[in-house]
């Protein structure tokens, strides 16, 4: 930790002195602060709506802070030219990047943990005005959105870590990473109807059955850490899922880096 923690600060700082996280930020609160005067509009169900509207913003937020700062934090090294007198140091290019993610995810759960205190305030506030539109209302479900929110975007991170080790451009990583994404949100459900097309009265071929279940296993799952609709009807999670699914946002968050790490080593800098 000696080595990888002054790399993490570093890397830390320099999100935070980021320009782009500033217009993030206001976006994010000004989001937030829309919660109160929607949910409000939403009949009889403002508890839901402000509940799902909050936890929306955390974690599209999160997304934006991956996709438009984690990126461009070791391009930036790239094309500075910094990364020379990083690693002239004893500090070896597996502890680079792993130095790097940890940083990233330091920015990740500080940003959450931030954006988490305004949300609560938004939720509250409705709560406070509309008493009898929260009937089933718990904080624990919340708070668990919430973690895993951060454990989804934290995966990301390290899938854009992977991309960035052996992309030669920001733009390019930002792609991928975005493909990434979206695949991750629907394989679920793709897997789901491939699986029982007779229920949507298609024809799914066996070539589209075995690349949907290539990529269901290729691809990070990230629709598994999407528990916002638990959050909005206040329904308990059960300790196995919530066990399994950090699980599995760990094995394969430490996967990319591992990859991500082996690929960088042989990387020829420009």
């Known amino acids: 930790m000696t080595v990888y923690w002054p790399l993490a600060l570093l890397t830390f700082k320099e999100g935070i002195r980021n320009r782009a996280l500033y217009g993030i930020s206001l976006i994010a ?9 929607i949910s409000g509009s939403a009949m009889r169900e403002i508890g839901k709506v402000a509940v799902d509207m909050a936890l929306s913003t955390i974690s599209f937020t999160g997304l934006l802070l991956v996709l438009f700062i984690g990126i461009n934090l070791m391009a930036k090294d790239l094309d500075k030219r910094t990364i020379y007198m990083v690693l002239s140091r004893p500090i070896s ?17 500080v940003t959450i943990a931030v954006l988490s205190v305004f949300g609560m305030l938004s939720i509250i506030i409705e709560k406070w005005a509309y008493p009898d539109y929260f009937p089933r209302f718990f904080w624990g479900p ?7 929110a951060a454990l989804s975007l934290i995966l ?38 491939v699986e029982a097309p007779q229920t949507a009265g298609i024809t799914v071929s066996p070539v589209t059955h075995i690349i949907v279940q290539a990529a269901y296993y290729l691809f990070p799952n990230l629709s598994l850490f999407d528990l916002k609709i638990q959050a909005a009807h206040g329904l308990a999670v059960s300790p196995s899922y ?29």
């Open 93 to 109: 290019r597996p502890q680079y990047i792993v130095g790097k993610f940890f940083g990233m995810a330091l920015l990740i759960v």
């Open 156 to 193: 990301l991170s390290a899938v854009s870590f992977f991309f960035a080790s052996f992309s030669s451009s920001s733009f390019l990583t930002l792609i991928l990473t975005i493909m990434a994404y979206i695949i991750g949100q629907s394989l679920s459900d793709v897997k789901a109807l």
């Open 242 to 270: 919530v066990g399994w699914t950090a699980l599995y946002g760990l094995a394969y968050t430490c996967l990319m880096l591992f990859f991500a790490a082996l690929i960088f080593r042989k990387k020829e800098f420009p």
């Open 29 to 37: 609160f000004l989001f937030l602060g829309a919660n109160v005067l």
């Open 142 to 148: 919340i708070f668990l959105a919430v973690l895993f």
